[in-house]
């Protein structure tokens, strides 16, 4: 088989020979240099807006910090996006190729999984927070959700054709950001929960309904992919150290799919109307729920043995270990097996899983101002958004001349 050389996607980083530690470079170039490989970034901020407003173990003030985490993640993704829409007016023909180019297309996932958790945050705090007057929320919020739908099935459906079609990728460099694309939808199981707390009976069983069929497709996809990232680690090496926070990526499918899976077996036992599906024999909410707990502790271990192998791996090369964007995954997956452990031990009423999820939420906290003071420090030191630095976005950004 023939390969297409693109360079390794291992390496957020590739420094030019003779390119200087620090160098200015004008805000306009270094403002097409912003990748959907930044997206991670708001990810993790509106995974922790999410993960705070579902704690176990609540205290005064605890709501306010979730409402201001979910204003940053606003702030941040609307910052973003339009850097990077920026980029593209400069570089027109760059966004065609970086729907497909390895070193960046697959992170386009991740600018939708944003999408939802702003979404998720809209449900969580904004509408209880309008009391009385929230129809007009609840409406909203039911249009976008079908229309997140409808995009996240475009972008599994289209990126991964393009992808296909366009390059050939080795193996031997599989990483699990290659799962991204399908990452819009392995939120949309926890999307579809919160959204149909908020909403009338039958509009809440169909958004049930849509959460469950999406999820099971991220679920699906993901699968595919771990079996191809399984092969690099068994035949190939280990992500470079830097990089290695990426493999925390594999945690997310399994994780948010068995928070999907609880989340939406409890809102099926308080919403499924008599009769559903025409089975009037039995309760069929309470056999939702029933199927979803041994299901969800099927796979929150399959996550929780992925979290501790990266960690383990981390930890092996922890003294070569150098910011990357890649860093982000810390925060994201991991959120998300929180909240799974969160779901679980609300439904099985024990303390003690509920403080393991609490502790963790503490950590996550901590490596997400981590990450975040990191980021802000490669920016400032132009080891990000600067020629040399930033792998892939040349080849990129090439296929178009600078728009003046």
């Not at 979730?66 to 990077?84: A, E, N, P, Q, S």
């Not at 099985?348 to 980021?375: E, F, N, P, R, Y």
């Amino acid at each position: 088989m023939r390969y297409r050389k693109h360079g390794s996607m291992d390496h957020q980083q590739q420094i030019e020979p003779g390119a200087s530690d620090k160098q200015h470079v004008p805000f306009r170039n270094r403002i097409t240099r912003i990748t959907w490989g930044w997206f991670p970034c708001t990810m993790s901020t509106g995974a922790m807006a999410s993960l705070l407003s579902q704690q176990p173990f609540t205290f005064r003030g605890l709501e306010t910090i979730g409402k201001v985490v979910f204003v940053l993640d606003i702030v941040l993704f609307v910052t973003f996006t339009c850097m990077i829409l920026a980029r593209f007016l400069l570089k027109p023909q760059a966004f065609i190729k970086s729907l497909h180019h390895p070193s960046e297309s697959f992170f386009f996932g991740s600018f939708w999984v944003s999408v939802a958790l702003i979404l998720y945050g809209v449900a969580a705090y904004g509408i209880p927070g309008l009391a009385n007057d929230n129809v007009w929320l609840i409406k909203a919020v039911q249009v976008l959700f079908w229309m997140y739908i409808a995009s996240a099935t475009l972008v599994a459906v289209f990126q991964y054709d393009i992808i296909f079609h366009t390059e050939r990728l080795d193996i031997n460099e599989a990483l699990p950001a290659w799962i991204l694309p399908a990452y819009p939808f392995l939120v949309s199981g926890p999307l579809a929960a919160q959204v149909a707390k908020t909403q009338p009976d039958l509009s809440a069983t169909q958004i049930i309904i849509a959460g469950i069929a999406g999820q099971g497709l991220g679920w699906m996809l993901s699968l595919l992919m771990y079996s191809v990232f399984y092969a690099r680690l068994i035949q190939g090496e280990m992500p470079p150290p830097s990089t290695r926070p990426g493999m925390y990526v594999s945690v997310g499918p399994a994780a948010y799919t068995c928070a999907g899976l609880i989340s939406l077996g409890q809102q099926a036992k308080s919403r499924l109307p008599e009769g559903f599906a025409g089975i009037s024999s039995l309760d069929i909410g309470d056999l939702w729920l029933a199927l979803a707990l041994p299901a969800g502790l099927f796979l929150w271990m399959f996550a929780i043995w992925f979290s501790a192998l990266t960690t383990l791996s981390l930890i092996q090369g922890i003294k070569k270990m150098e910011f990357s964007l890649q860093w982000w995954a810390f925060v994201f997956p991991n959120a998300g097996l929180t909240i799974a452990t969160i779901q679980i031990g609300n439904l099985l009423d024990s303390d003690g899983i509920k403080g393991v999820a609490a502790g963790l939420t503490v950590i996550l906290a901590v490596l997400w101002i981590l990450c975040a003071v990191l980021h802000i420090r490669a920016v400032w030191r132009y080891d990000v958004l600067c020629p040399g630095k930033d792998q892939g976005v040349d080849a990129v950004n090439e296929s178009g001349k600078l728009i003046s």
